[in-house]
C-alpha cells in the first residue's frame, strides 16, 4: 500500500506496480486520486515514448494499482509505504492509525527526505518494523533508494526493503538516522547558499550555469529547489536546522519569504524561473 498520492506517491505506486507488484494507492479525495492517474498516465505515456515500456507492460501497470480513500482496503498489505506531506505530526498520526489498520507482520515505511524514523515508528507497536525508504524525484527515472535504519529497526526489516528496493530497480544505501540522512545532508546546504547568492544580487541563470559548468552537475541548484518545490527544501533545512542547532543550516531568508509568497516552483508556476501551466 502507497499512502499519498501526490508526485512522491505516484511514481512509487508506478515503479511498484511495474515490478509485478498489487499496489493499493491511498489519498484523501477521489479528486486527489484523479490527479494521481493523470500524473502516472503522463509518467507512462512519456517512457512508452522513450521506449522504457512497452504497450503491455502499460496495461499491465495500470491494472495492478487499485485507488482508494479508505486505508483499511490495505489492512492485508506486506508494505506500507507513506508518502505524505512532510510534517513529524502528520506522519506519527498516519503511522498510529497504520498500525491500527494493517496487519501485525507488515513493514511500515516513510518516504520522509529527513524526518527520524525512531520519531515516527515510536507512536506505534512495531517500531522493529519501521524503516526509512526515501526515494528521489522522479521516482521512475531516479535510481537510488534511500534506506534509513532507526534505533529500533531490525535487521530483518531493513533486508525486506533492501529485497523490494533491488525488485523496483533501485540501488540502495543504508543511511544513519539523523536529519538528512546522505543526500540532503550534503545536498539541501548547497541549495541553500544558492539561494544566499540569489539574495546577494546573482541571476540565478548564471548561478546554475555556474554549477553545471564548474562542478559538472547536471543540473543547477536554483533549477532543483523549483523541481523538488521551494517548500519542500524549506521544510528540509528546517529540520536539518533544528536536529543539529547548527547555524549553517539556517533557511536563507529569501527562501523563506518565496514559500510564503506562494512561489513553490515548477508545481505553482514560479519559483526562481517561470513555468507554462498549461
Known sequence: MVVGAGLMGSG??????????DVILVDRTEADLER??????????????R???????????FSRIRPTTRLEEGASADLVIEAIPEKLDLKQAMFRRLDEVVKR???????????????IGS???????????????????????E????????EETVRTAQAVGARLGKETVIAKDYPGFMVNRLLVPMMNEAVYLVMEGNDPEEVDRAMTLGANHPIGPLRLIDQCGLDVT?????????????????PCPLLRRMVEAGMLGKKSGRGFYVYDQA
Request: charged content about 20%; aromatic content about 8%; glycine content about 8%.
Open 36 to 49: 494521481s492517474r493523470r500524473q502516472i498516465e503522463k509518467s507512462v505515456a512519456s517512457m512508452v515514448k
Open 12 to 21: 512509487i505506486a508506478q515503479v511498484a506496480a511495474r515490478a509485478g507488484f
Open 147 to 154: 534506506i534509513v535504519r532507526g534505533i529500533h529497526t531490525s
Open 123 to 145: 507512536v506505534t507497536g512495531r517500531p522493529e518494523q519501521v524503516v526509512g525508504m526515501h526515494f528521489f524525484s522522479p521516482v521512475p527515472i531516479m535510481k537510488l533508494l
Open 51 to 61: 521506449g522504457s515500456y512497452s504497450e503491455d507492460e502499460r496495461e499491465a501497470l
Open 105 to 119: 507482520e507488515a513493514v511500515l515505511a516513510s518516504n520522509t527526505s529527513s524526518l527520524s524514523i525512531a520519531a
Open 234 to 250: 524549506l521544510f528540509t533545512l528546517e529540520s536539518l536546522y533544528e536536529g543539529f542547532g547548527d547555524s549553517k543550516h539556517r
